[in-house]
């Protein structure tokens, strides 16, 4: 245990001062993206925690990023109330979705959230008035000045998504060791058990639901602003089936597995150099392999060249 | 609105319809078999299109001759896909969703690197056009609409009449029952994987000359069979076709009517579905 908080310590410390060895603006970029990701993959890897496979988490990036766009250049609002806000109007999305969807039992939420990831993008392609259709909607504003903090270079951006995704991170793992993780945790093992002893199960699936929407939302938000562009094109169905490779791959059995499979595979295109049309074969290999020789993800790798066999 | 206008939308809304059972019926009927949501059945559509374009504009085969040629390839191709990435995963839920997954992006990925995101057609087959109702119908479209009622109606009795088919839905109803009366489920499956991808070779195959064929098919179709599924039961066939219908016909007269918004109608239907009544049209509680 207190070895694990020292391995985290270590991550976090290298995180905070990497800005001071290296402003290479393009590995910067790499690392927001990272951040980005990890941060709304944490939301997938708790809708997971109930048993429930969610296939169009981007969407929930999209409304976040469309929600804030709109809050802040129609709107007028600050980008630091217009932030936390695009996560709520996920999560509410999220509801209207969750509720009938959850009630079923079976496939029927993978297959909803599937169909309603593309509905989404078909609203922002043929609402070009409101939400800049194909083209997207250009010049969105960076974040206004915090605390004399210009967020005129890459570095602000990096702390603030560094420090999103860990107050993320730190959400989701008090959530784990609290009462509604060890709910969440029953329901997945059985919801028939689950729901024999009384709990609510559609209620915690919202719940869970919600709030892993929520951060896709503020992820989304981040999104937006960071590029000062938005357009259907970033929330594609392929991006959310990416958002599930990232947690299967960095290992759904534990809270760092997001972060693993976001940073590993943000990373190796990159590294890899290969064009962008290859990165959904790249992810499809990489995907397959684990599956078949590391069902528990990366995560696992240490535990597995120990020649232990770790179970979660 | 007049008569004729209403056949024309009617019959292009039979047409599309046919095109949803076609595919949506083989990606059914792995879901009520095999418990599997086959992401993959959409790359194995528009793969089957490929097959059809490249052996007809490349090969210069007979475009019957082509059809059957594509059933084939896309057959063995379902089969290997079961054998080596599927079967591993058998019993296990949603590790064998993931699986499909990276399947699908894995096909979809290479052909968009092997044929180019570029459209290709395949020169049509049939000309000339005839007059029903007063309505103006290709003779492609009617062809489409033939050759569809014969494979569903094909399919209908196989399941229904033949040993093999019945061993089908006795694996489908009860897994462990079936292998007790010595059904070779994994036989079984094998056979269901080849004739749910052979379905999709065909009608890969038949829509490949009414409309483009390029790498971004399979998704499409995929998504469309998911919205038809659920509408009409999953893993059911008679709601596959049924769903289907529904779709094409609610399409074609949205398209007429109130236009691009249409696309979303079929989501629309899905959650209406989802509330009022779950298990599909025809599905079973």
Request: aromatic letters at 14%; proline letters at 4%; one cysteine or more.
């Amino acid at each position: 245990m207190a070895k694990r908080r020292a391995g985290h310590f270590i991550v976090l410390l290298a995180a905070v001062v990497f800005p001071a060895v290296s402003q290479d603006p393009y590995l910067l970029n790499l690392l927001i993206m990272t951040g980005i990701w990890t941060t709304s993959v944490w939301g997938v890897r708790l809708i997971m925690s109930t048993g429930q496979l969610t296939l169009g988490h981007a969407a929930y990036m999209a409304v976040g990023a469309y929600a804030s766009t709109l809050l802040v250049m129609k709107a007028g609002l600050s980008f630091w109330l217009a932030f936390p806000l695009s996560g709520l109007i996920s999560a509410f999305v999220a509801l209207l979705i969750g509720y009938p969807t959850l009630r079923i039992k079976g496939v029927y939420f993978s297959i909803i959230t599937f169909a309603f990831a593309e509905i989404i993008r078909l609203i922002i392609v043929n609402w070009p008035s409101l939400l800049g259709g194909y083209g997207g909607i250009p010049n969105i504003p960076a974040p206004q000045p915090l605390f004399s903090i210009r967020f005129t270079s890459r570095i602000p951006f990096y702390y603030l998504i560094l420090a999103v995704s860990f107050i993320t991170y730190l959400v989701m793992v008090r959530m784990e060791k609290s009462r509604i993780g060890t709910i969440f945790s029953s329901i997945r093992e059985s919801d028939t058990l689950a729901e024999s002893i009384g709990i609510n199960i559609m209620k915690y699936k919202v719940i869970a639901f919600g709030i892993g929407c929520f951060f896709a939302g503020l992820s989304g938000s981040f999104y937006a602003h960071y590029f000062n562009f938005t357009s259907p094109e970033f929330f594609t169905i392929w991006q959310s089936i990416y958002c599930l490779i990232f947690v299967l791959v960095g290992g759904a059995g534990s809270a760092l597995g997001p972060f693993l499979g976001s940073f590993f595979l943000t990373l190796i295109p990159e590294f890899l150099r290969v064009a962008r049309e290859y990165e959904p074969v790249v992810y499809a290999i990489i995907l397959i392999l684990v599956m078949f020789l590391l069902p528990g993800g990366l995560i696992t790798l240490p535990a597995r060249l120990r020649g232990q066999k770790k179970t979660h | 609105m007049d008569f004729t206008f209403f056949v024309q939308v009617f019959v292009n809304g039979l047409m599309l319809g046919l095109t949803y059972v076609l595919i949506a019926s083989g990606f059914s009927l792995i879901y009520g078999i095999m418990r599997l949501l086959n992401f993959a059945h959409g790359e194995f559509y528009m793969l089957g299109a490929f097959a059809t374009y490249l052996l007809c504009e490349r090969l210069g085969v007979n475009y019957f001759a082509a059809m059957v040629l594509s059933m084939i390839i896309i057959a063995v191709l379902g089969i290997l896909v079961y054998r080596f990435f599927y079967r591993p995963f058998r019993d296990q839920h949603d590790p064998s969703l993931v699986i499909a997954l990276g399947i699908a992006m894995l096909i979809g990925g290479l052909a968009l690197l092997v044929f180019g995101e570029k459209d290709k057609s395949i020169s049509p087959v049939f000309s000339g056009v005839i007059k029903v109702l007063g309505a103006t119908l290709s003779m492609e479209r009617i062809v489409v609409i033939i050759m569809a009622v014969i494979l569903m109606a094909a399919l209908t009795f196989y399941i229904k009449f033949s040993k093999t088919g019945q061993a089908m839905r006795a694996v489908a109803q009860d897994r462990e029952a079936a292998a007790l009366q010595g059904i070779g489920v994994d036989s079984t499956f094998t056979l269901c994987m080849a004739i749910s991808s052979a379905l999709a070779g065909a009608a890969g195959a038949l829509l490949a000359p009414l409309f483009f064929v390029n790498p971004f098919l399979g998704m499409h179709a995929v998504l469309k069979a998911l919205v038809v599924v659920v509408i009409g039961g999953l893993g059911s066939i008679p709601g596959a076709i049924a769903g289907g219908l529904l779709l094409g016909f609610v399409e074609s007269f949205g398209n007429t009517f109130l236009g691009d918004i249409t696309e979303i109608l079929g989501f629309v239907m899905v959650m209406q579905v989802l509330l009022f009544r779950p298990q599909g049209l025809f599905g079973h509680g």
